[in-house]
């Protein structure tokens, strides 16, 4: 059973950085994608960033509202992946959550949560002065 782990969340003033972390554990892929979703209350859940493998080839991708401010990257020798948030904003204000699919998923699959196979419980980032 494939479970998703996710820390680091936590509460950060405007213009301040967090690093999420997600674990990924009872399951081994050589293919996949992961990334992060979040949802503000109110507001529906959005895509934030996603990371593809397949062989060798290593692909990211990134929301418009956090290109150049979020990195993701994955530290394959702990199945880890992380994102890296920097200039935090209180838009970003949100749960966020980890989501992984056992497959290379083709970009126009990656904004909807719907098409992975597993996601995370959340984990809350607050950016508040």
């Known amino acids: 059973q494939v479970q998703l782990t996710e820390s680091g969340g936590g509460l950060v003033q405007p213009g301040g950085s967090l690093r999420l972390s997600c674990a990924a554990s009872g399951g081994t892929f050589t293919s996949y994608t992961m990334g992060w979703f979040r949802q503000a209350p109110g507001k529906d859940r959005e895509f934030v960033a996603a990371i593809r493998r397949s062989g060798g080839n290593t692909a990211t991708h990134y929301s418009d509202s956090v290109r150049g401010r979020f990195t993701i990257y994955r530290d394959s020798s702990q199945g880890t992946v992380y994102v890296q948030m920097n200039s935090l904003k209180p838009e970003d204000t949100a749960v966020y959550y980890c989501?992984?699919?056992?497959?290379?998923?083709?970009?126009?699959?990656?904004?909807?949560?719907?098409?992975?196979?597993?996601r995370g419980q959340g984990t809350q980032v607050t950016v508040s002065s």
């Open positions: 989501v992984l699919d056992g497959s290379r998923l083709i970009v126009s699959r990656l904004w909807n949560i719907e098409n992975y196979d597993y």
